[in-house]
Every structure is written in C-alpha cells, then in structure tokens.
C-alpha cells in the first residue's frame, strides 16, 4: 500500500540561524538526516511531504494539510513536554505517526521520572536523588564516586569528566552550577565504572525485540570515563563502537533482557534505543532510554548497530514505518 508520508523534524541550521546556540540546538537533525529518511521512504514506494517543526505542523493542520502517517523524528525546543509536541497535535487530529506517544515522550525525557518507574517494574536500576537545591543534594545516602547530569537532556549535554564528582564536599557546589546553568534539576546517580552498552530495540510491546548491542569503548583520545556531548558528536575520532553477542557473553545477555523489559514497562513504541552500564561488580544497570533515538544513517547509534550488523538503512525505516502503520486501523 502506497502511503502519503509527512516529515516532521527539527532542523539544526534553522534554529542556529534563529540566533539559538550550538548547545541549545545539539539534538536537532542534519538536512542529510532528513534527506535519507526521505528517499528510504521513497525508495519504499511511498509519497512523502517534508512538514517540519511543530509549528509548522500546527500550520499545516490549520490549513487542512493531511497524511496517512507522520514520520516524526521532531525533539521540540522548549519545555519539559517538548518531546511530546508533535505526538500530541497529531493525536488531536487523529494522525497515525512513527514513535511513542505523548505520555511516554513526557515521562521518559525526565530522567528521575523516568528511573521511578524502571524500579517499580523491578528492572535493574541504581539508586538516584533528583536535586535542585542544596537540602535535596544533602539527601544523597549512597555513597560516592558520584555522576551527575541534567535531568531532562540529551545527546550527552551536560555529561563531562566533571560530572564525576568524587568528594562529598563538592557534590553541592557541583550540582547547583548545573542547575544554573541547564535551568532544571539535575539527576544524582552512584558513578557505574563498569562495561557501557547500548541497546536497539524495534517494535512495539509483546512484538519487541533486541536489535542488536554495541558496546561503547573510549579510545585514548576520548574525554575519559563518561560517553560525553563531546566524545559523541565527535565519535570516528574518540569511540570504538563493538558489536556483541548475547550467545556468547552473559553480560550482554542479561543487559538485552533490561533493555526489553525497560522499553515494555515504558510503553515505548517502534523503535529506539536504550543505555545500560555495568557497576564496578560487573552487574547491568539500566541509565536511560532514547524512545526518540538519532536515525543519522552513519552517525547514530541505531543505525550503527545495524550496519554492523548488515542491515540496510531502508529496512530501518521500513520496520519503523511497518510498526507505526498497525495503529492506523485503530485511527479509522
């Protein structure tokens, strides 16, 4: 079946020339991003309209502008629900569209929020404190190294060497520079030393699977001991992405076995990504989840798992589009 695709998006370059800044702007997309899902779609047999940011889908709308589906790929500029922003106008107008829905974009960009409910679902997950202020940093009962990072961030922002925090005494003025600095809480969470993987689901619910699992190694060159904004954005010089097999290493194993029952405890949906780190006893941990991942062909981690694996940047997309479109019949 033929569908008539909308694209919406974020494009980097539009909201640096809006004056915002580059840190600002670092989980908005290329113009080659969109230009792959594009001609993937394409080469798929459909028809695709490029919309654009949720403005300009809110435009479109008003103006009687419809899709049988929307690839949505939009993060969103301002606010706690800027995830959600397109998923929500595009329910209001009962438009079928790739990825979660608003709820879980809302719920799992709040990194503490998103951590109360991985523990109450029983998956693996360190303790945590979310702090604005000195009282709630003083509530910290586990013990140091300490890692700390804004609470509602992507793309790494925020997380540096300095986000390991190793004295006590520190730990405050630490936590009260980032709040300054990001305009939210941050989250407080026991430094994990151990192996750092990253995990590709596609599907949705019961239908879910691991896609594959990529363990993030940190060259020499690397800001050390954290997969930083800085080492990701430039990765060909400063990380080593190695695939891993769970038949073979009972850590990714048990780490795919997180990833799955974390992406279905969430109600995420298509396709993403999620992070899991070892402690210094070699135990998966589950950090957070990506239901809104990078689909850059070469430069995101999704895509990478699967060229490591042999598959097809189109079969990417097709799986996304192939999930999302079963809600379709639920719309009409």
């Known amino acids: 079946m033929t569908l008539t695709v909308g694209l919406t998006y974020d494009l980097r370059t539009e909201y640096l020339a809006m004056g915002y800044s580059e840190t600002e702007t670092a989980e908005f997309d290329r113009e080659d991003t969109v230009t792959a899902i594009e001609a993937a779609l394409q080469r798929l047999g459909h028809r695709t309209e490029r919309i654009g940011h949720c403005r300009q889908l809110a435009a479109a709308l008003v103006a009687g502008r419809r899709w049988d589906l929307v690839f949505n790929i939009a993060e969103g500029m301002h606010g706690i629900g800027r995830e959600a922003q397109v998923p929500a106008l595009l329910d209001l107008y009962r438009i079928p569209y790739t990825f979660s829905d608003p709820l879980v974009m809302s719920l799992t960009l709040h990194k ?4 109360r ?3 109450d679902a029983g998956v693996p997950t360190t303790d945590f404190v979310v702090a604005e202020t ?3 940093v003083e509530t910290v009962s586990f013990p140091g190294p300490w890692f700390i990072k804004p609470v509602a961030e992507g793309t790494g922002k925020g997380a540096t060497p300095a986000s390991i925090i190793r004295e006590r005494g520190r730990l405050a003025p630490a936590c ?3 709040v300054a600095e ?3 809480p941050v989250i407080i969470e026991p430094y994990l030393s151990g192996r750092e993987f990253t995990v590709g689901i596609v599907g949705t619910g019961r239908s879910a699977r691991a896609l594959g699992t990529i363990e993030v190694i940190l060259k020499d060159t690397a800001e050390a001991g954290v997969y930083s904004y800085v080492n990701k954005e430039e990765c060909e010089e400063r990380v080593i992405y190695r695939l891993m097999d769970p038949a073979t290493d009972p850590v990714v194993a048990a780490t795919e076995a997180i990833a799955l029952s974390a992406w279905r405890a969430l109600g995420c949906r298509d396709a993403g990504r999620l992070d899991v ?3 210094a006893a070699g135990n998966p941990q ?3 989840v990506n ?3 990078g689909i850059h062909p070469e430069h995101s981690d999704l895509p990478i798992i699967c060229n490591h694996l042999g598959i097809p940047y189109q079969e990417l997309i097709n799986w996304i589009l192939t999930s999302a479109a079963t809600r379709m019949a639920e719309v009409n």
């Open 112 to 115: 503490g929020m998103t951590k």
């Open 117 to 119: 409910v991985i523990r």
């Open 134 to 136: 000195t009282e709630d």
């Open 176 to 178: 009260l520079k980032m």
């Open 182 to 184: 990001f305009n939210q």
């Open 277 to 279: 780190r070892c402690d």
């Open 286 to 288: 589950f950090m957070e």
């Open 291 to 293: 239901p809104l991942a």
